[in-house]
């Protein structure tokens, strides 16, 4: 049988293919400040960037996890969150909740729920919080702009005595009428604000 005549070309189109995928990927350092180190990348399909925050938090892991991994402790959460419904809570493993939060005038404020679980790795101690939208449980409200393109994930990573690790990786489309080259403005702000607020909390003397 005569091989096809493209058939050469194949290993030079997965290397590419697997290259631009490598590329996508990949994070660019945008900055660093009160010791928070924040990236974002652009995800393949998507206009809109995801964003990374990375830190050391000087707090016992247990400390860390319980107030990142207990949708209870609500001390820390954006400011402009103005309502949050507990559905389902298992310590250390799952949760479900529903949030709505306050946008500046004249933007439509937003609702999404959450479906998030927790795994830890039993030789390393690693825990991981991976969130993503909990769907038909609570109806849309046409007063609000309700999120369906979300992820997040949570890794609290223990490094030493009273050392923490701490990733925050998400994406979010905040649907609507927002344009996207401002959200890829702001993004940064997300994980930068949210992991100052725990830092302060938990490092605070």
Known sequence: MKP????????????????CSLVAQSWDFIKEKDGIKIYTRKDAGSTLKSFKGVTDIH?????????????????????????????????EKR???????????PVTDRDLCVDATITTDPVTGVRTIYSVPLVN?????????????????????PTGKDVVHVILEGHVDPAGSVPDWIYNMVITDTPLKIIRGIKQRLESK
Request: aromatic share 20%; net charge positive; glycine share 2%.
């Open 59 to 91: 707090a016992p892991v247990e400390k860390v996890f319980n107030l990142i991994g207990n949708v209870k402790n609500l001390d820390w959460w954006d400011k402009n969150l103005r309502e949050i419904k507990v559905l389902f809570y298992e310590k």
């Open 4 to 19: 096809d005549r493209f058939s050469y070309l194949l290993p030079v189109v997965f290397t590419l293919l697997f290259s």
């Open 95 to 105: 949760s479900q909740y529903y949030l709505v939060y306050d946008s500046p005038w």
């Open 137 to 157: 449980v609570i109806p849309v409200n046409p007063q609000y702009v309700r999120i369906t393109n979300y992820w997040q994930k949570w890794i609290v990573e």
